[in-house]
């Protein structure tokens, strides 16, 4: 495809670098235009991006059109040579007036409602206006808006990595603070007739930034600077401009774009500007990221609140991060929206909400194979498929499905385990220990227990992460059934120090730490009270089995994590499970693990009714949102960084085990994205007591798994057939054989 982009602003170089980097690589062909203008050409340069100089624009209204028409002329001859398919642009005239004239789709974006002119120049011309969701402007049949911001083309954590070194381009200590301040030349066709501060006012606020401390830089868009500024004067390369955005205390600004830069990441700002404020800054005032004002008065008092704000900068970082959450990547979606055109637009028209899947249809869901029986695709790392193009974890639910068939034999089956675990226990307190979160599977594996006429101990392990609901839920049922709780508290610092270092890890397996927290406590507390009998919640009919590649956990592979990333160097409390200790637990002392509702014909919906009606227990909004952390990793860290949708391996279940059918599941995954709140993701990182520069470092470290670490894996490939005999007299659960030594 050949493709035209006009560029009239240095912003517009950073709205498209991204997307003509990757259209290169793909194989398409670009002719760019640009405006004559000192930075532009710096920044298409140090992109390595091939343009045309289409000249310098004037500043009055006169020299505008006589400019519009001979760069018109110009750019029509070389479009003829060119040949383009397709032109792009931001708001620009030229581009939509050459494509009318050539018959070919011209595409523009804008963001700015306040331009009076511009829509006038390119939206006859246009086939597409695509606008961010938050502009407020009325644009006609054409228009179509997409969920996210334009500084998002670049600032999106897809491509922007803040880079520490500008601190010392500036001369700054790690922890010296400092304000930056953006001044406009007030000479383009939408400044026309419109200011931002008086000169007083910048004189006033330099002196007290300074006497408060802080360093001040200053960008003048102008070609002059008043004598007074000159030594404040910005002298970095253009291209770090972001950094000293992202890293600077307080931002103030005559400039929406930077303005909205400074917002989306995290830096508090004040805006002056007597023009409208656009549909992108009300959304960032909303947020509380940006204090706009039409004029200077008012701006020393404001600018004297924030600086007296406790944690003001920590704060904004968090409150970018609810700002930008759901926001698609708008480069991604318009690689898509081109490379489809005109079927992409058609799809929008007929459902708009799939923008938000464009990320996994453009890049990792071409050219996935999807199992012919579940909906598990290649997505999962180590998936296998046979003749018939079912995956291996279909093979592992129908041999699940042999050792526990849902007839008669079941019946007897379950029978007998009832009685062993009755007689085990005749002399004790209890017979049996049920670890409970307040969930649907752990309420009603203990809820079963009961009817079945055994007498659990409930066990919980508070990682310090529970739900209102889950406490709740845990007091409720333990009382109405009459079953004793027994509660076990994490020391916060030691648990927080192992969640924190396998996020450090980057391996989808973030939530092991509490796994294998449960699974410990679980061990330990039947060892302290002599009961030989756990009973578990899972089920492979609803949950299925998680594939290797996105669920790994053993002692060792927790050691070497947390050796590797954590800060304790020695845990005194944290239940730690050694592998000696579970061969003391299981061949010595004989403590079994049983997966109860394996032997039931297990259905969520039903099993809601029950527990609602009979135990007042509440649904907690999804699956194992009972837990905070655990609510943040499935519907936002494990999707975001991993492209790992665990609603697949749960619905890959209920078709197997036939409570909804392939198409249904298809369905749900195409038509909803994994529900969130963006108050979660804010929550976590607070919590964990980590920066929002910290958390996207995290976000954009390189992917790993278990197999980057030290695990037992190979060690259990090695005893394959000592855990096969082991499973078969059902000394080990028969999953451990079946998904790790097989």
């Given at each position: 495809?050949?493709?035209?982009?006009?560029?009239?602003?240095?912003?517009?170089?950073?709205?498209?670098?991204?997307?003509i980097?990757?259209?290169?690589?793909?194989?398409?062909?670009?002719?760019?235009?640009?405006?004559?203008?000192?930075?532009?050409?710096?920044?298409?340069?140090?992109?390595?991006?091939?343009?045309?100089?289409?000249?310098?624009?004037?500043?009055?209204?006169?020299?505008?059109?006589?400019?519009?028409?001979?760069?018109?002329?110009?750019?029509?001859?070389?479009?003829?040579?060119?040949?383009?398919?397709?032109?792009?642009?931001?708001?620009?005239?030229?581009?939509?007036?050459?494509a009318?004239?050539?018959?070919?789709?011209?595409?523009?974006?804008d963001?700015?409602?306040?331009?009076?002119?511009?829509p006038?120049?390119?939206?006859?011309?246009?086939?597409?206006?695509?606008?961010?969701?938050c502009?407020?402007?009325?644009?006609?049949?054409?228009?179509?808006?997409?969920?996210?911001?334009?500084?998002?083309?670049?600032?999106?954590?897809?491509?922007?990595?803040?880079?520490?070194?500008?601190?010392?381009?500036?001369?700054?200590?790690?922890?010296?603070?400092?304000?930056?301040?953006?001044?406009?030349?007030?000479?383009?066709?939408h400044?026309i007739?419109?200011?931002?501060?008086?000169?007083?006012?910048?004189?006033?606020?330099?002196?007290?930034?300074?006497?408060k401390?802080?360093?001040v830089?200053?960008?003048?868009?102008?070609?002059?600077?008043?004598?007074?500024?000159?030594?404040?004067?910005?002298?970095?390369?253009?291209?770090?401009?972001?950094?000293?955005?992202?890293?600077?205390?307080?931002?103030?600004?005559?400039?929406?774009?930077?303005?909205?830069?400074?917002?989306?990441?995290?830096?508090?700002?004040?805006?002056?500007?007597?023009?409208?404020?656009?549909?992108?800054?009300?959304?960032?005032?909303?947020?509380?990221?940006?204090?706009?004002?039409?004029?200077?008065?008012?701006?020393?008092k404001?600018?004297?609140?924030?600086?007296?704000?406790?944690?003001?900068?920590?704060?904004?970082?968090?409150?970018?991060?609810?700002?930008?959450?759901?926001?698609?990547?708008?480069?991604?979606?318009?690689?898509?929206?081109?490379?489809?055109?005109?079927?992409?637009?058609?799809?929008?028209?007929?459902d708009?909400?799939?923008?938000?899947?464009?990320?996994?249809?453009?890049?990792?869901?071409?050219?996935?194979?999807?199992?012919?029986?579940?909906?598990?695709?290649?997505?999962?790392?180590?998936?296998?498929?046979?003749e018939?193009?079912?995956?291996?974890?279909?093979k592992?639910?129908?041999?699940?499905?042999?050792?526990?068939?849902?007839?008669?034999?079941?019946?007897?089956?379950?029978?007998?385990?009832?009685?062993?675990?009755?007689?085990?226990?005749?002399?004790?307190?209890?017979?049996?220990?049920?670890?409970?979160?307040?969930?649907?599977?752990?309420?009603y594996?203990?809820?079963?227990?009961?009817?079945?006429?055994?007498?659990?101990?409930?066990?919980?392990?508070?990682n310090?992460?529970?739900?209102?609901?889950?406490?709740?839920?845990?007091?409720?049922?333990?009382?109405?059934?009459?079953?004793?709780?027994?509660?076990?508290?994490?020391?916060?610092?030691?648990?927080?120090?192992?969640?924190?270092?396998?996020?450090?890890?980057?391996?989808?397996?973030?939530?092991?730490p509490?796994?294998?927290?449960?699974?410990?406590?679980?061990y330990?507390?039947?060892?302290?009270?002599?009961?030989?009998?756990?009973?578990?919640?899972?089920?492979?009919?609803?949950?299925?089995?998680?594939?290797?590649?996105?669920?790994?956990?053993?002692?060792?592979?927790?050691?070497?994590?947390?050796?590797?990333?954590?800060?304790?160097?020695?845990?005194?409390?944290?239940?730690?499970?050694?592998?000696?200790?579970?061969?003391?637990?299981?061949?010595?002392?004989?403590?079994?693990?049983?997966?109860?509702?394996?032997?039931?014909?297990?259905?969520?919906?039903?099993?809601?009714?029950?527990?609602?009606?009979?135990?007042?227990?509440?649904?907690?909004?999804?699956?194992?949102?009972?837990?905070?952390?655990?609510?943040?990793?499935?519907?936002?860290?494990?999707?975001?960084?991993?492209?790992?949708?665990?609603?697949?391996?749960?619905?890959?279940?209920?078709?197997?085990?036939?409570?909804?059918?392939?198409?249904?599941?298809?369905?749900?995954?195409?038509?909803?994205?994994?529900?969130?709140?963006?108050?979660?993701?804010?929550?976590?990182?607070?919590?964990?007591?980590?920066?929002?520069?910290?958390?996207?470092?995290?976000m954009?470290?390189?992917?790993?798994?278990?197999?980057?670490?030290?695990?037992?894996?190979?060690l259990?490939?090695?005893?394959?057939?000592?855990?096969?005999?082991?499973?078969?007299?059902?000394?080990?659960?028969?999953?451990?054989?079946?998904?790790?030594?097989?």
């Open positions: 495809m050949r493709i035209f982009i006009d560029i009239g602003h240095p912003a517009h170089v950073h709205y498209f670098r991204n997307f980097k990757i259209m290169e690589a793909k194989g398409h062909t670009f002719f760019v235009s640009a405006r004559n203008r000192s930075i532009i050409h710096y920044l298409l340069e140090k992109y390595n991006i091939r343009f045309w100089d289409r000249g310098k624009g004037k500043n009055n209204i006169l020299g505008k059109i006589i400019y519009m028409l001979v760069a018109d002329i110009k750019l029509l001859q070389k479009s003829i040579k060119f040949k383009p398919d397709i032109l792009i642009s931001f708001a620009s005239p030229y581009a939509a007036q050459i009318w004239v050539l018959r070919k789709p011209h595409i523009v974006f963001d700015t409602e306040h331009t009076r002119f511009a006038f120049l390119y939206k006859p011309f246009s086939k597409v206006i695509l606008n961010p969701s502009y407020y402007k009325q644009m006609g049949r054409k228009q179509f808006r997409f969920n996210s911001f334009t500084e998002l083309f670049y600032l999106h954590t897809n491509y922007y990595i803040p880079n520490h070194e500008v601190l010392s381009l500036l001369g700054l200590n790690n922890d010296e603070k400092y304000v930056l301040l953006r001044f406009v030349s007030w000479k383009a066709l400044d007739g419109h200011t931002g501060l008086d000169f007083d006012v910048k004189e006033e606020l330099i002196n007290l930034f300074e006497k401390g802080y360093r830089f200053i960008s003048n868009e102008a070609e002059k600077t008043e004598p007074f500024l000159e030594k404040y004067l910005l002298k970095i390369p253009p291209e770090f401009m972001h950094d000293v955005l992202k890293y600077a205390y307080l931002f103030i600004s005559e400039s929406g774009t930077m303005a909205s830069e400074a917002a989306i990441l995290g830096t508090p700002v004040v805006y002056i500007n007597s023009l409208p404020l656009m549909g992108y800054l009300q959304e960032e005032q909303k947020h509380g990221l940006l204090y706009p004002f039409s004029s200077s008065f008012g701006v020393i404001k600018v004297e609140e924030l600086l007296s704000f406790p944690d003001l900068k920590k704060t904004c970082q968090t409150r970018s991060q609810t700002l930008l959450f759901g926001k698609i990547d708008p480069t991604g979606f318009l690689i898509w929206f081109v490379e489809e055109y005109p079927t992409s637009l058609k799809i929008l028209h007929k708009p909400e799939y923008q938000i899947r464009v990320k996994s249809e453009n890049s990792k869901d071409k050219g996935l194979k999807i199992c012919s029986r579940c909906i598990l695709d290649t997505t999962v790392s180590d998936i296998l498929f046979d018939k193009g079912e995956c291996q974890y279909c592992i639910h129908d041999e699940m499905e042999r050792l526990h068939p849902l007839d008669n034999s079941s019946k007897q089956g379950i029978n007998e385990l009832v009685a062993k675990i009755k007689y085990h226990g005749r002399k004790k307190p209890y017979d049996c220990i049920v670890g409970v979160s307040g969930g649907r599977d752990s309420t594996t203990l809820y079963t227990a009961v009817k079945l006429g055994l007498r659990p101990l409930a066990v919980h392990f508070d310090g992460w529970n739900t209102e609901i889950s406490v709740k839920n845990i007091k409720k049922i333990c009382e109405k059934l009459n079953v004793p709780l027994y509660t076990i508290v994490a020391d916060w610092e030691e648990f927080k120090d192992l969640q924190i270092a396998f996020l450090k890890a980057s391996t989808p397996d973030a939530d092991i509490t796994d294998y927290a449960i699974y410990s406590v679980l330990e507390v039947a060892y302290k009270e002599g009961i030989r009998y756990i009973l578990n919640g899972h089920s492979f009919r609803t949950e299925g089995t998680s594939p290797i590649s996105w669920t790994y956990m053993d002692p060792l592979y927790v050691s070497s994590v947390h050796k590797r990333f954590g800060e304790i160097k020695r845990f005194k409390s944290f239940p730690h499970m050694t592998f000696v200790k579970l061969i003391w637990f299981l061949f010595v002392k004989g403590i079994r693990e049983i997966r109860l509702l394996e032997y039931i014909d297990y259905r969520q919906k039903e099993a809601d009714q029950i527990l609602m009606s009979e135990l007042d227990w509440e649904y907690y909004g999804g699956h194992h949102h009972e837990n905070m952390y655990t609510k943040f990793f499935q519907s936002y860290y494990l999707p975001t960084k991993f492209y790992i949708d665990k609603r697949k391996t749960e619905l890959s279940a209920l078709i197997r085990s036939g409570q909804i059918n392939r198409e249904e599941a298809l369905k749900e995954i195409k038509s909803n994205s994994y529900k969130n709140e963006p108050e979660t993701v804010a929550y976590a990182i607070s919590k964990l007591g980590i920066t929002q520069e910290e958390f996207n470092k995290i954009n470290e390189p992917i790993k798994s278990h197999s980057d670490y030290h695990t037992y894996l190979e259990m490939h090695i005893l394959k057939w000592p855990i096969k005999i082991a499973a078969r007299f059902k000394l080990v659960p028969q999953i451990m054989y079946l998904k790790y030594a097989k």
